[in-house]
């Protein structure tokens, strides 16, 4: 366990998360741009996404996101902003 009772996730793990939410999302409201991105992110027969770009893109996003967190200050682009 990572920073008291939060789980480790794998980067696979994660990338089911997040399309788990985005499912999740999706049936709340139908909206055709999630659907769409939906589309891209579907794994084919457990390998990568349908859309190779989807790929590319979660890889530099994990990245991003673990460089920032290995930083004092974090990943702060989740961070709500008022003004």
């Known amino acids: 366990m990572a920073h008291g009772s939060e789980p480790l996730l794998t980067p696979r793990q994660a ?38 770009a989807r790929a590319s893109d979660w890889e530099q996003a994990v990245r991003a996101v673990l460089a920032a967190e290995a930083s004092p200050a974090g990943y702060r682009a989740a961070d709500i902003r008022l003004g």
């Not at 985005?22 to 992110?41: K, N, T, V």
């Open 15 to 52: 990338y089911l998360c997040m399309v788990e939410f985005l499912c999740r999302y999706y049936e709340r409201g139908r909206s055709d741009e999630i659907g769409g991105l939906l589309g891209g992110l579907s794994l084919l027969g457990n390998g990568p996404p349908a859309d190779p």
